[in-house]
């Protein structure tokens, strides 16, 4: 079957660095994007990887490895405004994503 | 420049009735796809279309139903609402339709009230 594995829910402080790991298991792997949602908003794009490695935009950064099936997105200087819910999603050739469950990320003064 | 657009924001429907969701793309963009939120759980793949052409359909029953128009801009359709219909309906838009590097737009959503 297709699945993708994230935890629920991490907590941290602010100024600290979070990693969230997705694990995979799908057909028709393109890429690995990461999106993030404040309650009762739009996801919005963070980052996406289609080749294995690391890829940095500002605070946030994405790694992937397809050998292992396996990404994170890690979030530094963490700030109040950082704490929502995040999602790794699949994408195929076509654009299509399949979504994760979400990791909340709570940020705590 | 407007983003992705949808209509309405908020609605409640009865049991058994239908509904119909709208969206307009990014401007130049061709491809739009819809997803279903329920609270509590990532985004679930219903529909995309390309070209006015359907690309691929979810794991939905054929009580949903979707168009794309000349303008690109799409309609959802489900008949025959269920309370498990209750979600937020998203639509992402995106330039081609293949993720080469593109992001994908997401609108704000319509929040569907089955009761």
């Known amino acids: 079957g297709q699945s993708l594995e994230q935890p629920s829910e991490v907590t941290a402080v602010e100024g600290a660095i979070v990693q969230i790991n997705c694990t995979y298991q799908?057909?028709?792997?393109?890429?690995l994007s990461w999106y993030q949602q404040h309650d009762g908003g739009a996801p919005t794009f963070l980052s996406y990887?289609?080749?294995?490695g690391l890829e940095e935009t500002g605070r946030f950064s994405s790694f992937l490895s397809r050998s292992d099936s396996y990404g994170y997105l890690l979030l530094q200087e963490l700030q109040m405004k950082d704490s929502a819910s995040y999602f790794c999603?699949?994408?195929?050739?076509?654009?299509?994503?399949?979504f994760g469950s979400g990791t909340q990320v709570v940020v705590t003064p | 420049d407007a983003g992705v657009t949808q209509s309405p924001t908020h609605l409640i429907k009865t049991r058994g009735q239908h509904v119909t969701l709208r969206c307009s793309p990014i401007?130049?963009?061709?491809?739009v796809s819809w997803y279903q939120q329920v609270l509590g759980q990532g985004p679930q793949f219903i529909f995309q279309?390309?070209?006015?052409?359907?690309?691929g359909r979810g794991n939905f029953p054929d009580r949903f139903s979707a168009r794309q128009f000349p303008n690109y801009s799409s309609e959802l359709n489900v008949n025959a609402l269920l309370l498990g219909d209750s979600a937020l309906y998203l639509c992402?838009?995106?330039?081609?339709?293949?993720?080469?590097?593109?992001?994908?737009?997401f609108g704000e959503g319509s929040w569907l009230t089955v009761v």
């Open positions: 992402a838009s995106s330039l081609e339709g293949g993720h080469s590097g593109n992001t994908i737009y």
């Open positions: 799908t057909s028709g792997f393109y890429g």
């Open positions: 990887n289609a080749l294995d």
């Open positions: 999603a699949v994408t195929d050739s076509w654009g299509k994503l399949q």
């Open positions: 401007s130049g963009h061709k491809s």
């Open positions: 279309y390309y070209e006015k052409e359907e690309r």
